[in-house]
């Protein structure tokens, strides 16, 4: 017998809560006003990822398959 159908696993949460529980305390071990300049981009490059999401590429099709001009007179 198996969880019910849209109930989280229990197993998935305690290690995503001890996951958050060690990133959050790395974090806030940080020193900023150490770190070099390249280190704080570094930091900066990588943190962002998880703050702000992704675009996804969109794909758009020409209605025709026509060359259309470069430039319009």
């Not at 995503?16 to 150490?34: H, P």
């Amino acid at each position: 017998m198996g969880r019910i159908a849209g109930q989280p696993n229990k197993i998935t949460l305690e290690v995503k809560s001890k996951l958050q529980d060690v990133i959050d305390g790395i974090v806030d071990s940080i020193d900023i006003d150490t770190m070099t300049t390249e280190q704080k981009l570094k930091y900066l490059q990588i943190s962002i990822q998880y703050v702000i999401p992704r675009l996804k590429a969109v794909y758009t099709e020409n209605v025709k398959d026509e060359d259309l001009p470069l430039f319009v007179d």
